[in-house]
């Protein structure tokens, strides 16, 4: 069955520190990997995806993300994390002829002043 | 360009009374359709999906029911709501095609009491 881990609940950093957030999926073929921006009570707002191609993804907001096939993972990072950043962040995959679309649990991010 | 629509914002309903949620999409057509909850700390549920107009998957059993009257219309349903009904409730659409995200409604917040 497809799925996505995000194996961190909750993550702190200081404002300017770096971020990287884990994303694991499992899913027999080649899959199509998204990044998604929560705020409070809010919508998903997408960050950046991932179809095929280059394995490193730029996006919105100083995001990126980089596909391992070898690691089944797609982890995003930030260089330097702004106050603004702080929100929960999901990782999501297309599945199942592509017509299911999973979710991870999510990832609370806060970050210190 | 797509929008997506979703009513009510906030709903507080009691124990043992029906349900109705509304979500439509304009700006698209023949859209893939997708009902997620959200509870407290646990991510985002794939709920019911659509392909078309009457076609409907549950990916998980519940107190619910989804329906999809016409195209761009997705519709989540409950005869006799419960506690554990309560979370918030996310509507999204994505095109046919397999490489494209989804995009989301602003969501509704279910309080059953």
């Known amino acids: 069955a497809q799925s996505v881990t995000q194996p961190d609940i909750h993550i702190t950093v200081s404002e300017g520190a770096s971020l990287e957030l884990r994303c694991n999926y499992s899913?027999?073929?080649?899959?199509?990997l998204f990044w998604y921006v929560q705020s409070p009570g809010q919508g998903l707002q997408l960050l950046l995806k991932y179809f095929s191609g280059d394995t490193l993804v730029q996006g919105i907001k100083g995001f990126e993300a980089e596909f391992k096939r070898s690691q089944s993972s797609f982890n995003l990072r930030k260089p330097s994390v702004h106050w603004s950043d702080a929100a929960e962040y999901f990782c999501?995959?297309?599945?199942?002829?592509?017509?299911?679309?999973?979710f991870g649990s999510g990832t609370k991010l806060n970050v210190k002043p | 360009s797509q929008t997506i629509h979703q009513w009510p914002a906030t709903l507080v309903q009691p124990v043992g009374s029906p349900l109705s949620l509304e979500c439509t999409v304009e700006?698209?057509?023949?859209?893939?359709l997708y009902w997620y909850r959200q509870a407290a700390g646990r991510g985002l549920q794939l709920l019911f999906y659509?392909?078309?107009?009457?076609?409907i998957s549950s990916e998980v059993p519940q107190n619910l029911s989804a329906s999809r009257p016409q195209d761009r219309q997705f519709i989540l349903s409950s005869k006799k709501l419960l506690l554990s009904d309560s979370g918030f409730y996310l509507c999204a659409w994505r095109s046919g095609r397999v490489n494209t995200e989804a995009f989301f409604g602003q969501g509704t917040r279910l309080t059953v009491v």
């Open positions: 659509s392909i078309g107009i009457g076609q």
């Open positions: 899913y027999g073929a080649t899959p199509y």
């Open positions: 999501a995959v297309a599945a199942g002829n592509f017509n299911k679309f999973y």
């Open positions: 700006g698209t057509s023949n859209p893939n």
